[in-house]
T-cell receptor, first 113, second 113 residues
């Protein structure tokens, strides 16, 4: 079945450090891929998405490239800020007309000043 | 303002109580979802509604009863809950088709005494 595996946290970085959060997905169907972010006390917000192989999603300095050959969608940011501290979720849909999302377990990121 | 509004934000109830969670979306979407978010567990999809029709019930116990009177409103009726049902309950909506992201509310934090 569909599944998403992302690196376990927590991840702790200093401000302006480089961030990578790894995500891989099962290669079933033709999914769209998403990164969501959850700030403390809030719901999930869409951060970026990619709908086909080699697409790059980007938003707020974050980027992720849909790599079909490695079934990966790693999240990167060149210089993190304290305000980026949150839980990050990788997700895929089931493809086709089924719009069910499968989420990874989430990675807690803490950025220290 | 997320476009998806959930009430109440916090709810404390006893195991014999009956209460309802409400979700309203102002985005013109046709699909709505209930998720359960527990500590240290992946996000669990509970129910999916598309154009007011339930299309997914992810083996959810009958003490959770969803209702979708129209495409903009979704309820989760609760009765005779157990302590393990304490969690953050998230509502989401989407346009439904592949590639369209889900938009989440801020959730209802439910505590069962």
């Amino acid at each position: 079945g569909d599944s998403v595996t992302q690196m376990e946290g927590p991840v702790t970085l200093s401000e302006e450090a480089f961030l990578t959060i790894n995500c891989t997905y099962t290669a079933t169907g033709y999914p769209s891929l998403f990164w969501y972010v959850q700030y403390p006390g809030e719901g999930l917000q869409l951060l970026l998405k990619a709908t086909k192989a080699d697409d790059k999603g980007s938003n707020k300095g974050f980027e992720a490239t849909y790599r079909k050959e490695t079934t990966s969608f790693h999240l990167e940011k060149g210089s993190v800020q304290v305000s980026d501290s949150a839980v990050y979720f990788c997700a895929r849909n089931s493809g086709g007309s089924n719009y069910k999302l499968t989420f990874g377990k989430g990675t807690l990121l803490t950025v220290n000043p | 303002e997320t476009g998806v509004t959930q009430t109440p934000r916090h709810l404390v109830m006893g195991m014999t109580n009956k209460k309802s969670l409400k979700c309203e979306q102002h985005l013109g979407h046709n699909a709505m979802y209930w998720y359960k978010q527990s500590a240290k567990k992946p996000l669990e999809l509970m129910f999916v509604y598309n154009f007011k029709e339930q299309t997914e019930n992810n083996s959810v116990p009958s003490r959770f009863s969803p209702e979708c009177p129209n495409s903009s409103h979704l309820f989760l009726h609760l009765h005779t809950l157990q302590p393990e049902d304490s969690a953050l309950y998230l509502c989401a909506s989407s346009q439904g088709s592949q590639g369209w992201p889900q938009h989440f509310g801020d959730g209802t934090r439910l505590s069962i005494l």
